[in-house]
């Protein structure tokens, strides 16, 4: 029996993936959280072997809570379930710590076949992310300019892409405003971006936002 925890702050679609799990004699989910921080806390509290995680949630972000959930439970398989097309977060989360990657789109039995291959401890890797990596490999020089950001660096650059501040930001990933203004220093210098409103225009256009 694999136990699942759901994370989404849509609670319709945290509903039909626990309608869908439960027709599977195999799977059973253990529990549901609507944020990253509440995702931290169903880590803590519960016996999970795969967490299916959405990627953007309001307040503490899937991004921010890998690294806190791994810490936690470094043996949890990390499954992102993202609107977001492959090729704008998939490299950054398994990199990260996520486990594997799917869009939201697929077909469902897929998300099941990931569960399965998770919960044994591997990756999942689809087609699109495999491709992804090859051509990184081929050309690294050549990857986005967000791909080459620290963890930290790309929380920090996502969170002022979208408008937070520098107080706000510090306290959602419990750092000092000063480290925040650091790290937002660095990925500026990185980045060759001078003003947030830069760091906005290139999240959009790199459609890593809204």
Do not use: W
């Amino acid at each position: 029996m694999i136990k699942i925890g759901i994370v989404d702050d849509h609670a319709i679609v945290r509903n039909g993936l626990r309608d869908y799990f439960a027709n599977h004699v195999d799977l059973r989910v253990v529990g549901e959280a609507a944020s990253g921080r509440e995702a931290i806390d169903l880590v803590r509290n519960n016996e999970i072997d795969v967490l299916v995680m959405d990627l953007l949630m309001p307040g503490q972000s899937g991004i921010d809570a890998i690294a806190m959930i791994r810490a936690k439970a470094p043996d949890v398989g990390i499954l992102i379930l993202s609107g977001y097309p492959e090729e704008h977060y998939a490299m950054n989360m398994i990199r990260q710590g996520a486990s594997g990657y799917l869009n939201k789109d697929c077909d469902p039995a897929e998300i099941v076949k990931a569960i399965q291959v998770v919960a044994m401890g591997r990756r999942y890797i689809t087609p699109a992310v495999a491709e992804l990596l090859a051509r990184q490999l081929d050309r690294k020089d050549n990857a986005p300019v967000h791909e080459h950001l620290s963890e930290r660096e790309f929380q920090v650059f996502l969170k002022l892409a979208k408008g937070e501040t520098i107080g706000a930001i510090g306290e959602a990933l419990s750092l000092s405003v000063k480290t925040v203004s650091t790290y937002r220093t660095r990925l500026m210098e990185k980045m060759n971006l001078a003003s947030n409103s830069d760091l906005t225009y290139y999240a959009l256009k790199a459609q890593l936002i809204d």
